[in-house]
């Protein structure tokens, strides 16, 4: 019986599946490859495209940034000028009143009593004069008790100055404007043991003065 010897098939056969085997595996290792360049590319396309949409919010924020700041601005400026009416209506309203208060005092004052000082305290005034008798002074507080701008004269001090018939009594009073009065007289009633303004006026002489 003729023998065959396969050694040299096999071995050609064993070489051929070597090969194979490269083959598949450098393939795999190019494939391999290849993904990883394409996940990278992935990858920075992702980047990219995140890096463009944070520039733009970027953006976006610093102009609404700019926009609040300008908003800011307008408020500051607003309650600056705000500021200024305030200050300009209490200007008008302190004139109104000086004007008032003045024209009140010229009107109440009579004859034989001239004021020689006036002092503003907010609200209250401060009066110095001179007057011939204690009966002008005590007409000259009731006159600014009936005014409609002053109220609550209170007399503070009345003396002798001298010899002058014309200035024979030296004065001081303090009288509220009306509004304090007002003011003064709701406290007063609010409180359990509440007491009216005191208005000290010195009784007039029946006659002569």
Not at 82 to 103: C, F, H, P, Y
Not at 131 to 145: K, P, W
Not at 182 to 206: Q, R, V
Request: net charge positive; aromatic share 4%; hydrophobic share 40%.
């Amino acid at each position: 019986m003729a023998k065959i010897n396969l050694l040299p098939w096999r071995a050609e056969r064993r070489k051929l599946r070597e090969r194979e085997f490269g083959a598949i595996m450098l393939a795999a290792l190019g494939l391999g490859v290849l993904m990883v360049f394409v996940g990278m590319w992935y990858m920075d396309q992702r980047m990219e495209g995140q890096q463009a949409r944070n520039d733009l919010l970027n953006r976006e924020i610093s102009v609404l940034d700019d926009k609040i700041k300008e908003i800011d601005a307008l408020r500051g400026k607003r309650e600056t000028l705000l500021q200024r009416k305030e200050v300009i209506e209490t200007l008008r309203a302190s004139g109104s009143q000086t004007v008032r208060m003045l024209d009140a005092l010229v009107k109440t004052i009579p004859d034989g009593v001239r004021l020689t000082n006036i002092t503003q305290n907010g609200d209250q005034l401060s009066l110095e004069g001179l007057a011939q008798s204690q009966a002008r002074i005590s007409t000259y507080m009731r006159n600014l008790e009936s005014s409609d701008f002053l109220a609550a004269p209170d007399l503070q001090k009345s003396e002798a100055s001298g010899p002058d018939k014309s200035a024979r009594y030296k004065f001081t009073m303090r009288v509220d404007q009306r509004k304090l009065a007002e003011e003064k007289a709701k406290e007063g009633d609010s409180g359990a043991a509440a007491k009216p303004t005191a208005t000290t006026i010195p009784p007039a002489p029946a006659k002569g003065g």
